[in-house]
């Protein structure tokens, strides 16, 4: 992977983790979702429209169902993904809800596509469930009265995270719908859809904006930043060595959790994030 390429991904990953602890700080919050949504499309307003000034995209049927359904299942997925940040620790719900994912994908290509993957790939999922394991707790995950939640919803975050990224995937390679433009909708849609919510509860709509405004700006700018640095690191390096490298953030979010939000284990915590992000490179290289 050239140097630069690897610079990019190491800046997203920080900058997937620094969203995420933004979103955990405001767990609190009933709609930060929409709040950080309707950030996003005014703030990136003028990327989009350059978008469609100069690629001139053609959204046809299939085109419109497709952003349609990634709408849903990024609503899906940040809800989840809130709701787990509300009743569970960062240091537990990111990293697990980013291994998931690709475990996931394992599992329902072994069910669904009946591939047999090698032993790279398998000790791959082996570390990964390892790593949850050890980062829920450990041991102390069977005594009676252990908090559990955090990892439920980190696991359900990771499950919808796969089935957006399939979803996403054929969007891009097959309808070749641009990855901005996916991005930018499922912000515009998610807006839409929550929007009825939010209104319903207007009484808490502004006491809540002059609360969390700064952490959904942050949000609002880091997210698409993020996804878009990324892409650029595609286009540099192969996706194979983009995709596992990306992972890097599961770390970061770790420490973040332990260090800055003081959620304890620090030494654990992190090793058990680092076991998960082996595993999810065993997976990709397996």
Not at 135 to 161: C, D, M, N, Q, S
Not at 236 to 251: D, F, G, I, W
Request: net charge positive; charged share 10%; hydrophobic share 55%.
């Amino acid at each position: 992977m050239p140097l630069s390429a690897l610079a990019l991904v190491i800046i997203a990953a920080f900058t997937h983790a620094s969203w995420n602890l933004m979103a955990k700080k405001a767990a609190d919050s009933r709609h930060f979702v929409w709040l950080y949504s309707a950030g996003t499309v005014v703030l990136w307003f003028p990327v989009i429209l350059a978008v469609f000034l100069i690629a001139r995209p053609v959204i046809g049927w299939p085109e419109a169902v497709a952003l349609a359904g990634s709408a849903v299942l990024h609503t899906l997925y940040s809800m989840s993904l809130q709701r787990g940040y509300k009743v569970g620790d960062l240091s537990v719900v990111y990293p697990v809800a980013r291994g998931t994912g690709p475990l996931v994908s394992f599992f329902g290509a072994m069910l669904v596509l009946g591939e047999r993957p090698g032993w790279v790939a398998a000790c791959g999922a082996f570390l990964v469930v390892a790593g949850v394991f050890l980062l829920a707790g450990g041991p102390a995950l069977f005594k009676p009265g252990a908090e559990r939640r955090g990892l439920h919803w980190g696991v359900i975050t990771g499950a919808l995270i796969a089935c957006y990224t399939v979803w996403d995937g054929y969007a891009v390679k097959v309808l070749l719908l641009s990855p901005i433009l996916i991005d930018y909708f499922g912000n515009l849609l998610r807006l839409l859809i929550l929007t009825p919510r939010a209104l319903a509860d207007h009484p808490a709509l502004l006491p809540e904006w002059r609360r969390y405004w700064r952490l959904a700006l942050t949000v609002s700018v880091l997210g698409p930043l993020g996804y878009t640095l990324v892409l650029f690191a595609m286009q540099q390096a192969p996706v194979s060595h983009v995709a596992p490298a990306r992972e890097l953030s599961m770390m970061i979010g770790a420490w973040y959790g332990a260090r800055l939000l003081d959620e304890g284990d620090l030494g654990r915590r992190v090793l058990a994030a680092a076991i998960i992000v082996a595993g999810v490179v065993c997976l990709a290289l397996g």
